[in-house]
Nanobody
Framework: QVQLVESGGGLVEPGGSLRLSCVGSGLAFARYLMRWYRQPPGLERELIATIDNSGAFTSYAESVEGRFTVSRDNMKNSMYLQMNSLKPEDTAMYYC???????????WGQGTQVTVSL
């Protein structure tokens, strides 16, 4: 059974930092393109960061470019999202996603809540 488990969310003041983690099990983690999505309250889920299976290539949504950094450690079946200079508009449920392009298999975590507020 494939599982993706996010952690690291919480309440932080504007300008603060958080580091999210996503740990996978039951899948050949290193084969998967990994992505972070977020869903603010009342809005649709949006893609914010992508990292290829080797970790060599990353891409970001304009809204987080320069503030967030995605990384992965395939030996630990883990992906991370370092979030700096957080803003109230970063408040959302954050989800990790694994996608294997050859088979089309795709998996989601249950999400971790990030709230940026005074």
């Amino acid at each position: 059974q494939v599982q993706l488990v996010e952690s690291g969310g919480g309440l932080v003041e504007p300008g603060g930092s958080l580091r999210l983690s996503c740990v996978g099990s039951g899948l050949a983690f290193a084969r998967y393109l990994m992505r972070w999505y977020r869903q603010p309250p009342g809005l649709e889920r949006e893609l914010i960061a992508t990292i290829d299976n080797s970790g060599a290539f990353t891409s970001y949504a304009e809204s987080v470019e320069g503030r967030f950094t995605v990384s992965r450690d395939n030996m630990k079946n883990s992906m991370y999202l370092q979030m700096n200079s957080l803003k109230p508009e970063d408040t959302a449920m954050y989800y990790c996603n694994a996608w294997f392009s050859i088979s089309g298999d795709e998996y989601w975590g249950q999400g971790t809540q990030v709230t940026v507020s005074l």
